[in-house]
């Protein structure tokens, strides 16, 4: 065999096993990417129904206020204990930007921000704020029940517009997945 024979052999060797190579970390990459697809959508699903319980829990809220019963409400609003963690590995690999647009995005980054320990913190400073000054407050200020009314009706609609927009996601990444 000449030396021309086995360069060319090796030579072939090694172009086929780079286009393998390629080709097996092309077919690796699109199932991981289908992977974690599928699990945002879980993701996506469960932070709807925990938003739908914090809707129920702003409700008995709401109840507590208009029976003038703050005092005994011990209701929680657990903000942060909504799952990113699929959403939070996509968006440092660059991954989502494939399956998402601008807007859906910035109603990513809003989602961050409203779902996170100093939103939950605020919210909660606010009940509790709320159920400690109500009954002294509500003798010198009628309005304070108005008040305290309005902001519900605020949390409320963001609740329900993050659910909005999570469950216009949600399809939007059902639709890429199936495509």
């Given at each position: ?18 286009f393998?190579?390629l ?61 990113v ?75 329900i ?19």
């Amino acid at each position: 065999m000449s030396f021309w024979s086995v360069f060319f052999s090796v030579l072939a060797g090694i172009v086929a096993g780079v286009f393998i190579n390629l080709g097996l970390r092309f077919v690796e990459n699109k199932l991981a990417e289908k992977k974690d697809i599928k699990n945002l959508i879980f993701e996506i699903g469960f932070n709807i129904k925990r938003i739908d319980s914090l809707v129920e829990e702003l409700q008995k809220y709401r109840d507590a206020l208009n029976a003038n019963n703050l005092k005994n409400y011990f209701g929680y609003f657990p903000l942060s204990k909504v799952i990113v963690s699929t959403l939070n590995q996509m968006v440092f690999k660059g991954s989502i930007y494939k399956h998402l647009g601008h807007e859906e995005i910035s109603w990513l980054q809003n989602f961050f921000v409203d779902f996170s320990p100093g939103t939950e913190g605020f919210i909660n400073s606010q009940v509790g704020h709320n159920k400690e000054k109500f009954h002294t407050i509500l003798g010198t200020n009628p309005d304070v029940k108005a008040k305290v009314d309005s902001e519900i009706k605020w949390w409320k609609e963001k609740l329900i517009k993050s659910k909005t927009n999570l469950g216009s996601i949600k399809n939007k990444l059902e639709g890429s997945k199936k495509a």
